[in-house]
């Protein structure tokens, strides 16, 4: 089992719909947990992070963490076709990062 | 925010020949910074653990004298990738940790086209 893992993807949605993107953990030590957004071609860039269960909302994102279930959620409402990109979910025990492999979202317009 | 940026954005190269890649933290010191590396539509490789001072730690299957990393100062790590061969074409990025330590800050990334 592979300690950090994303649906696969890809998604595509239209322009103004509601993702939820879903993260699963297998170590429930693992204490920041982390999104970042990575356009094609660039480096990522974090998006949001929370360390307690719990919603943690940002704009149109909320990251939601539920630890008892091990598994991390972000939600994007009211995509945008700038929205379009890899979003990947991270996780952090003692400065130790995980990556799972991304999630591949296209909105369309 | 911490930033950080890395040099050159692309790169091509003959086979046989080296290739450095700086890595910088612009506005934070960075004791410890992270080299990835990134095949089409994969996710992140961590290849190295690059430490100030000290000799980087490598992962498991990567070659350290093919892929030299110095960290010698708080603010820039390089890569060179040494004798560069097409299977070594890759997208390269650097990371740091920004000033609340848990969280990574990633640079621009490095595009190596190796001909």
């Known amino acids: 089992q592979k300690e950090v893992e994303q649906d696969p993807g890809p998604l595509s949605v239209p322009e103004g719909a509601i993702v939820s993107l879903n993260c699963t953990y297998s170590?429930?030590?693992?204490?920041?947990f982390m999104w970042y957004r990575q356009y094609s071609r660039k480096g990522p860039e974090l998006l949001m992070y929370?360390?307690?269960?719990g919603n943690k909302e940002d704009g149109r994102f909320t990251a939601q963490l539920n630890k008892a279930s091990q598994y991390v959620s972000l939600l994007i409402r009211d995509s945008q076709p700038s929205d379009s990109a890899t979003y990947l979910c991270a996780v952090n025990l003692n400065n130790d990062m995980r990556f799972g492999a991304g999630t591949r979202l296209t909105v369309k317009p | 925010g911490a930033v950080v940026s890395q040099h050159p954005s692309r790169v091509i190269c003959k086979s046989g020949t080296s290739v450095k890649i700086e890595c910088r933290s612009l506005d934070f010191q960075a004791t410890t910074m992270f080299w990835y590396r990134q095949f089409p539509k994969q996710s992140l490789m961590l290849m190295a653990t690059s430490n100030e001072g000290s000799k980087a730690t490598y992962e498991q299957g990567v070659e350290k004298d093919k892929f030299l990393i110095n960290h010698a100062s708080l603010t820039l790590s390089t890569l060179t990738v040494t004798s560069a061969h097409p299977e070594d074409s890759s997208f390269y990025i650097c990371?740091?940790?920004?000033?609340?330590?848990?969280?990574?800050?990633f640079g621009p990334g490095t595009r190596l086209t190796v001909l």
């Open positions: 929370t360390y307690s269960s």
């Open positions: 170590n429930s030590a693992f204490q920041y």
């Open positions: 990371s740091a940790r920004g000033n609340s330590g848990s969280v990574l800050v």
